[in-house]
Nanobody, 123 residues
Framework: QVQLVESGGGSVQAGGSLRLSCAAA????????MGWFRQAPGKEREWVAV???????SYADSEKGRFTISKDNAQNILYLQMNSLKPEDTAMYYC?????????????????WGQGTQVTVSS
């Protein structure tokens, strides 16, 4: 129902920037909430940022002020602008989507996932 394809990962030095993209297709209600998650080797997957249909955003505390999530509704593309990157940002980054929940909003389990794009930050 929903297809997500990430791109834009790569290798950068600490302090650098990258912009990740996620091309989305499929039922629009099923992707009313879209978010970025990441998973580093040996660690659990963690939430990075989320944006809802109206453009409201939320960020994990460690990313506030450095990362910006945005979307192009006309092109159905989700972005994650990452600035001031640190070695601890090294991870596989995933785009995910879910319907908007009337009570919980965009919180909860995400149903649709992309294949991921690798970000490596060297010191």
């Amino acid at each position: 129902q929903v297809q997500l394809v990430e791109s834009g990962g790569g290798s950068v030095q600490a302090g650098g920037s990258l912009r990740l993209s996620c091309a989305a297709a499929g039922n629009s209600d099923s992707r009313a909430c879209m978010g970025w998650f990441r998973q580093a080797p040996g660690k659990e997957r963690e939430w990075v940022a989320v944006i809802d249909r109206d453009g409201s955003t939320s960020y994990a505390d460690s990313e506030k002020g450095r990362f910006t999530i945005s979307k192009d509704n006309a092109q159905n593309i989700l972005y994650l602008q990452m600035n001031s990157l640190k070695p601890e940002d090294t991870a596989m980054y995933y785009c995910a989507a879910r319907p908007f929940h009337l009570v919980y909003g965009c919180a909860g389990t995400y149903e649709y996932w992309g294949q991921g794009t690798q970000v490596t930050v060297s010191s």
